[in-house]
């Protein structure tokens, strides 16, 4: 049996789904260590994910994700010994994070260095203003045409992710990461899974989270660009 890759699971305020979330990740990565990124979330997330058996790295206030990944996954690394493998993803795939077997097993097997989970359904979103951003702004700085290009859920082996610390902060994190891992020669490669997840609908409250998100990828398209 393969051993059980790292786990960091990235959560704001998602304690009613992290717990069968972790229990999924579990029954398929029985050796996993599962880390909790808590994003100082106010509701009982982070009491769920310890009673769900993982640690959870979380600070006083919120940092966004890519900030609150980074702080995690330093903090998984400094745990020996590491596992060669790690998978990110987010809190809200309920049983659904089974499928992530096979994202991982892309890696395993030596197929890709970076894969990255496709959703075969999509489920709620906008107009598509703010992915079709995220998806022009990492072929305009990689060259490289990404189907799912705010996707969280990525495996990569560990010696990737020590190369791609520190993520860009907020919502540029998955797109700041692919950016990253193309230009340093590592394989990307998108996986077609069937996942859900917490859906975003057409109401103020979404599209305001939409345009936060999208404020994210101009800044880390900004970031990325060539200075010379």
């Known amino acids: 049996m393969r051993p059980g890759p ?31 990124a808590d994003d100082a979330s106010d509701d009982e997330t982070q009491a769920a994910a310890i009673g769900h058996g993982a640690q959870v790295v979380s600070r006083g206030r919120p940092h966004g994700k890519g900030g609150n990944v980074t702080a995690a996954a330093k903090a998984a690394l400094g745990d020996e010994p590491v596992p060669e493998h790690t998978l990110l993803c987010d809190a809200d795939l309920g049983s659904s994070a ?23 359904h999509r489920v709620g979103g906008g107009f598509g203003l703010a992915v079709g951003f995220a998806r022009w702004a990492i072929e305009r ?25 520190p993520f860009a902060s907020g919502y540029g ?56």
């Open 6 to 36: 790292l786990v960091i699971v990235a959560a704001r305020n998602e304690a009613d789904r992290v717990g069968a979330t972790l229990d999924a990740l579990r029954n398929v990565f029985p050796d996993a260590r599962l880390w909790v």
């Open 141 to 165: 700085r990689s060259g490289y045409r990404a189907r799912a290009p705010i996707s969280g859920q990525r495996a990569m082996r560990t010696a990737v992710l020590r190369e791609l610390l």
């Open 98 to 120: 089974a499928q992530l077997s096979a994202l991982a097993g892309a890696v395993q097997d030596g197929s890709c260095d970076l894969a990255i989970a496709a959703f075969t």
């Open 173 to 228: 994190m998955e797109i700041g990461m692919t950016v990253d891992a193309v230009r340093g020669g590592y394989r990307v490669q998108e996986v077609e899974l069937d996942l859900s997840h917490r859906a975003t609908g057409r109401n103020l409250r979404d599209f305001l989270h939409r345009g936060r998100q999208l404020l994210d990828f101009v800044r880390v398209w900004w970031s990325r660009r060539k200075r010379g």
